[in-house]
């Protein structure tokens, strides 16, 4: 599985823009990047995943250049409730589907 | 929405006594699993399970732990004799099915998790 890099943590205000950046250099071809959020003392949960380009849905966008090295996890307008981890997991599903957490970016939003 | 439900949400436990922690995983759901979370560290996987039997599993689930799907509903995973370093959030989760990551079926639901405290 690849070893993924993230910044610790972030801080951002009511309304901005979030990005969050992963590093993943030995991303295999088969391998997908999934974002997980986790607010404290509940479960992670499932924000978006994508192979390549962009995807979008009704609370994030994911970017991927093309060499896969990379991708940016992007929060439109993040308000107070947006405050939690975001791990960032790279890996295939196939034969086996377990997830492999890091240690995650630690999002604060201030008002 | 279907979610995944876990009792109790907390337990404490005596060093050495045996705990079962339940999961409701949602309905129609085929895989399921269990994590475990220490306090302050990082989410780790603990073991998955598919057509009643372990699909893998990690160092951490050693002969201490068992799971079991005792009837078509709950998933079940058991402590055998508690330890002190046992005390953490465990989380359940469950999928449709592995398919291809990308897929839909590729999201894991989790549980709102079980805060065990071994004394």
């Known amino acids: 599985l690849a070893k993924t890099t993230q910044p610790i943590s972030m801080d951002s205000y009511e309304g901005q823009e979030v990005n969050i950046t992963c590093s993943h250099n030995n991303i295999a071809t088969n391998d997908y990047i999934t974002w997980y959020q986790q607010f404290p003392s509940q479960g992670p949960r499932f924000i978006i995943q994508g192979y390549k380009t962009k995807v979008t849905n009704e609370v994030a966008s994911l970017f991927i250049p093309a060499d896969r090295k990379s991708s940016t996890l992007s929060l439109p307008r993040v308000s107070l409730s947006d405050t939690a981890v975001y791990y960032c997991l790279v890996g295939y599903g196939g034969a086996t589907n377990k997830l492999i957490f890091g240690t995650g970016t630690l999002l604060a939003v201030q008002p | 929405e279907p979610e995944v439900t876990q009792t109790p949400s907390h337990q404490v436990t005596q060093m050495g006594q045996e705990v079962i922690l339940r999961c409701v995983p949602i309905?129609?759901?085929?895989?399921f699993y269990w994590y475990r979370q220490i306090l302050g560290q990082k989410v780790e996987f603990l073991v998955s399970f598919y057509n009643n039997e372990i699909s893998e599993k990690s160092e951490i689930f050693d002969d201490q732990f068992s799971v079991e799907r005792p009837d078509g509903s709950n998933f079940t995973l058991k402590i055998r004799s508690t330890k002190l370093e046992d005390s953490a959030m465990y989380f359940c989760?469950?999928?449709?099915?592995?398919?291809?990551?990308?897929?839909?079926?590729?999201?894991?639901?989790f549980g709102p998790g079980t805060r065990l405290t071994v004394l």
């Open positions: 309905s129609n759901h085929l895989y």
């Open positions: 989760a469950s999928s449709e099915d592995l398919g291809l990551a990308g897929e839909k079926g590729n999201e894991q639901f």
